[in-house]
């Protein structure tokens, strides 16, 4: 795959090594429509799928709304029918009294607005957000198909928007069930087979259960982390406070509103064996961090790598209120100094912990890393991290949305990954670390917000940075100025963009799709 810039348009210039193959970037992104109302956080907005297709040397652009049912019912009453994350939709005024007063005493209904991330189940695409629904959707016309509901296969109220796949297209997920026994955190196993054309998650097994270490307080997350043989799941101290999730709805409180930070608590990693669906007795805690996003994870010599990007504290959640990102100038930064950054850092896990394993000293033998891990009794191991950057980071403010090489690289040794930095409230520039070195390659341009870098091979790659770099980069000081960058990935040099005349919103997460 060649990529180079037209000198005189500096349109995008693509030619493809193997005929006529053609590639789909998918870039999810939100959008508010013009109704009564607003929404309060970023992750609320009605969702809206972004296509950039490469093709014969040409890059097209198209956009659709999801047609979830919180968008049509929105869209019916030209005002905010359905509570989001940080929303919560008011009683319709059209409704009686009675109505309204019993409407008050509802447990807030989940949206089925997906506008976090766009993934694979099966071999079809699904949007998603943290909720028991799904949409499928074609990636070609992006056209919204059927909703889909986890909990009619298994029994979870929502999952994460971050599944990680096998080689053979087996997909894990994790979700909380808030049932009769209290909470739990579930592992979601989906095969890869399709019965039928109209299979979905078909075959869709709770691989494993895990109590929360308080039922009424079970934590909130947003991704985990998979290894060949393992899973890991990260117990951060970012609660749901389950009595007020309930009552959420009367006190007119949305669902972020119920998750608070508890810096007393230590960050708790359960390790859950794929293959028997058993977690292990052992539980490796650490000092209290947040997390969003896992890097990669993968098994060495009977130690677990698990890189991270983590945050000293969850205030990250209560930053993206629309309160704070209408502010400007100093009132932003304020804003933004009120928070803390993420740092990609690596834990090391002791596999095999025994009672003949000595307390007390470092078990990490590995010479590859300066994290420690301790045992403290035979159930608990206490571990350190190691920082997986230098000091050069700090000025970027930190890494977010971190990518690799998945499909050749995860839950394997790698070298390479990507991310953006945060030297301002949204990201501004995109990073490259280089694990071997922990040394940066930086792509900024004053004014310029690249969102989250999506790593694609060359159809011939020979190495694990052999490839591209796109990234949908927003121009919010010029009108309709957005364009899809395109760097290429060993050295970080700009290829080309291609620019699209619309005004696209800062969107979270996207994949792509190299089709034949
Ligand atoms: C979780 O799902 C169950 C079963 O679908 C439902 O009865 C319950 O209200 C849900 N809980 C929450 C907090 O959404
Ligand atoms: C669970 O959390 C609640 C609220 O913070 C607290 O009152 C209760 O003691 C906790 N239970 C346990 C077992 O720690
Ligand atoms: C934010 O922090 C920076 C760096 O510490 C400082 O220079 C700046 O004055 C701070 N701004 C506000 C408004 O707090
Ligand atoms: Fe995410």
Known sequence: MLLKKCEACSALLITLAKGERTIVFIHQCQHVPSQQGSYNHWFDGMAML?????????????????????????????????????????????????????????????????????????????????????????????????????????AVNGTTAHPHHDPDGTCFNMGNSYGGKGSMYNIIRVPPEKFNAEDTLQGAKILCSIAPANFSQPSYYHSFAMSENYVVFIEQPSKIDLIKLVTCKMRGKAFCEVIYWDPNLETILHLIDKRTGKASPVRYYTKAFFNFHQINAFEEDGFFMLDLCCYGDGQALDIYYLQNLRKSGEALDEVYNSTSRAFPRRFVLPLHVTDDTPTDQNLNTRPSSTATCVKKSNTKVFCQHEDLHGDDLYKYGGLEFPHINYERYNTRPYRY????????????????????????????????????????????????????????????????????????????????????????????????????
Not at 100 to 128: A, C, Q, W
Not at 442 to 450: A, D, I, R, S
């Open 50 to 154: 972004h296509k950039f297709k490469m093709e014969k040397g040409q890059v097209t652009y198209m956009s659709r709304f999801l047609r979830s049912d919180a968008y049509k019912k929105n869209s019916e009453r030209d005002r905010i029918m359905v509570s989001e994350f940080g929303t919560v939709a008011m009683p319709d005024p059209c409704q009686n009294i009675f109505q309204r007063f019993f409407s008050h005493f509802e447990i807030i209904k989940p949206t089925d607005n997906g506008n976090v991330n766009l993934m694979k189940y099966k071999g079809d695409y699904y949007v998603s957000t943290e909720s028991n629904f799904m949409h499928r959707v074609n990636p070609e016309s992006l056209e919204t198909l059927e909703q889909v509901d986890w909990s009619t296969f298994v």
């Open 417 to 516: 990954f990507y991310g953006c930095g945060f030297r301002h409230i949204f990201g501004d520039s995109l990073l490259k670390v280089d694990l071997n070195d922990k040394t940066l390659k930086v792509w900024h341009q004053k004014g310029l917000f690249p969102s989250e870098p999506v790593f694609v091979p060359s159809p011939d790659a020979t190495e694990e940075d052999h490839g591209v770099i796109l990234s949908v980069v927003l121009c919010p000081s010029q009108d309709k100025a957005t364009f899809l960058l395109v760097l290429n990935a060993k050295t970080f040099e700009e290829l080309g963009r291609a620019k699209v005349p619309v005004n696209m919103p800062y969107g979270l997460h996207g994949v792509f799709n190299a089709s034949a």
